[in-house]
């Protein structure tokens, strides 16, 4: 009996599974399609549905009390609350520093911008000496002056319409002129009041040096329609002399 042949095993033929065709969002990493309801994917597991981060605050909730969390309207009111009095708390400061604010806007224009002379329509005074009137003071002229025969007299500038004092310059004495100066007394304070188109009235005191020339004295009064100088502090008055003013200029912004 012959031995048997080997029978080479037949190949066993297995079924290959169909692919699964996945119809759902792609994945924002790799692309890959997911089923609907996934978190994650299902090939790189990046989440499908990632929260976007919440918006940057504004820079006033970063502020006590503002930067509290709103919920179910807790603290709401306080806020607004908190707003309104701020509001009020600035239109009260606005309304109480108006005056400040104006004061320092027309000095500043005072500074920026340029003079020029004013000339009073009338000049007044209390008393004055034979051949030295109040009018003097006036004239342009520094070798002539007013003679007044003692202290507390006083000498008053009448002008046609308001204007805005910036400066007056006050020669004192009886001239310019180092050797005439002293020869007639002189007042080394005098007491001035400004008055404005309402009815208001500045009082200043204003103290001179003893020295001949020009003396500025810087105001920054508006509407002013009078100014009236009174003389004190009398200096170098003796028997036969009496109080000198050689000139007195006022100045408003151009």
């Known amino acids: 009996m012959l031995p048997g042949k ?7 033929v297995r079924p290959v ?37 919440p918006a940057p605050l504004p820079w006033w909730r970063t502020v006590w009390p503002f930067r509290r ?3 179910a309207g807790s603290g709401r009111w306080v806020r607004l609350l908190v707003i309104l009095l701020v509001v009020l ?25 340029g003079t020029k002379a004013v ?8 008393a004055a000496v034979p051949g030295h009137p109040a009018s003097n003071t006036e004239d342009g002229l520094s070798n002539r002056y007013w ?9 008053t500038y009448t002008f046609g319409k308001p ?21 007639e007394a002189r007042a080394l304070r005098m007491d001035m009041e400004v008055t404005s188109s309402d009815g208001t ?34 200096t170098g008055l003796r028997a036969g002399r009496h109080v000198a003013l050689a000139e007195v200029e006022f100045y408003q912004r151009s």
Do not use: M, W
């Open 69 to 71: 969390r709103v919920r």
């Open 119 to 126: 000339t009073a329509t009338r000049v007044t005074a209390s």
């Open 89 to 113: 708390a600035l239109c009260a400061g606005g309304f109480l520093l108006l005056p400040a604010g104006r004061a320092l806007f027309e000095d500043t224009r005072d500074k920026l911008g």
């Open 201 to 234: 009235v500045h009082r200043e005191s204003v103290s001179l040096s003893d020295k001949a020339g020009p003396q500025t004295v810087t105001t920054g009064i508006s509407d002013v329609v009078r100014v009236r100088l009174v003389l004190h502090s009398v």
């Open 163 to 183: 204007f805005r004092l910036v400066d007056l310059i006050i020669t004192n004495g009886a001239s310019d002129s180092p050797e005439q100066y002293a020869t």
């Open 6 to 12: 080997p029978v080479a095993p037949r190949p066993v």
């Open 147 to 155: 003679g007044a025969p003692g202290p507390g007299a006083s000498v």
């Open 17 to 53: 599974a169909a692919r699964e065709e996945v119809v759902g969002p792609p994945c924002p990493a790799c692309g890959t399609p997911n089923p609907p309801g996934r978190k994650f994917c299902r090939r790189c597991a990046t989440p499908l549905n990632p929260q976007a981060a």
